[in-house]
């Protein structure tokens, strides 16, 4: 059973840093695409940050700049870290691993889901 699990979230003040961590039991898990999206109430989810299994990112031009992507394949962990941080940034944070599989089957696994929130 494939498990994404994402502690770190929290209450943070406007300017602050925060660390998210995403730890995956899954196996094969450089060979995946690894996401961090978000999704604020009464919004869609967003895409946040991407890292590829080639190790390419890609970021929301609302975080460029201030959220850096990065992961470690040896330990199945994808972290997001996130400087400084702006009230609209509240919102419920969501790790994604996902690929295509020999048989073009699409692997498409969600962590929880963590909670920021950006208020003085």
């Known amino acids: 059973q494939v498990q994404l699990v994402e502690p770190g979230g929290g209450l943070v003040q406007p300017g602050g840093a925060l660390r998210l961590s995403c730890a995956a039991s899954?196996?094969?898990?450089?060979?995946?695409?690894m996401g961090w999206y978000r999704q604020a109430p009464g919004k869609p989810r967003e895409l946040v940050a991407s890292?590829?299994?080639?190790?390419?990112?890609n970021y929301a031009d609302a975080v460029k700049g201030r959220f850096t992507i990065s992961r470690d394949n040896a330990k199945n962990t994808v972290l997001l870290q996130m400087n400084s941080l702006k009230p609209e940034d509240t919102a419920g944070y969501y790790c994604n691993a996902r690929k295509i599989n020999i048989i073009g089957l699409e692997l498409n696994y969600w962590g929880q889901g963590t909670q920021v929130t950006v208020a003085s």
């Open positions: 899954v196996s094969l898990f450089s060979t995946y695409d």
């Open positions: 890292a590829t299994n080639t190790g390419t990112t």
